[in-house]
Structures are given as structure tokens and as C-alpha cells.
């Protein structure tokens, strides 16, 4: 069974900083996308970043390029988002996705899986 544990967010005043992680477990796939959705209240779902492991390329959103960055390890079959620069507008919860068959497409195309870990909010206060 695929799970995903994602912990971190919190809140912070905008131009600050925070971090996500996202451990994932029970397959045993060895290429596959992983990374963050978020859904900020009264809007829809936002591709945020992703890191796929097949090529070992990221993908960020443009909205969050050049801020954010997303990292691996593997020996913790964990990957972690840092944010900085934060704005009000990345105020979201951020859900964790696991992508074992399209890899980081499903980011480029906002279409993800259905392995989701649970969300944490980001709070970004002016």
C-alpha cells in the first residue's frame, strides 16, 4: 500500500521561510514522480513542485520558481520542499502526491494520482 507522511508548513510573515517533507513508503517502483499540490481556500488545486526520480529532474510551477526548492533522499525515500520568499498568495494547504506510472507529466498537466498524503497548511501573513 502506497503512503505518503508529509509534515512541516506553520505559518510565517511574508518573505519568510518553511519547509515541507514528504516521506513515502510501501512500493517498490523505482521511478517515480513525488512532490506537492496545494489548494488555497475558495480556489482550485495548484501544481506546486515536483522531483522525478527517473531523470532526476525538478519541476516548479511559475508561480513559485526561483523560491521554492525541491530535494530527495533517498536513503529516506523522503523528498522536501523549501520555500522562501514566501507571499500571501502561497497561503494553501499543500498536499503531498506520488506518481508511479506518468511521473512528473501529471505535473505539467495539473492531473495527479490518486496516492495523496495529508495536507499542511501554509499560512503566509502580510
Known amino acids: 500500500e502506497v503512503q505518503l507522511q508529509a509534515s512541516g508548513g506553520g505559518s510565517v510573515q511574508t518573505g519568510g521561510s518553511l519547509g515541507l517533507s514528504c516521506a513515502a513508503s510501501g512500493w517498490t517502483f523505482g521511478d517515480y514522480a513525488i512532490g506537492w499540490f496545494r489548494q488555497a481556500p475558495g480556489k482550485g488545486r495548484e501544481v506546486v513542485s515536483c522531483f522525478d526520480s527517473s531523470d532526476r529532474s525538478t519541476y516548479y510551477a511559475d508561480s513559485v520558481k526561483g523560491r521554492f526548492t525541491i530535494s530527495r533522499d533517498n536513503a529516506k525515500n523522503t523528498v522536501y520542499l523549501q520555500m522562501s520568499s514566501l507571499k500571501p498568495e502561497d497561503t494553501a494547504v499543500y498536499y503531498c502526491?506520488?506518481?508511479?506510472?506518468?511521473?512528473?507529466?501529471?505535473?505539467?498537466?495539473?492531473?495527479?494520482?490518486?496516492?495523496w498524503g495529508q495536507g499542511t497548511l501554509v499560512t503566509v501573513s502580510s
Open positions: 502526491n506520488a506518481n508511479l506510472f506518468t511521473g512528473a507529466r501529471a505535473w505539467r498537466t495539473n492531473t495527479p494520482s490518486d496516492y
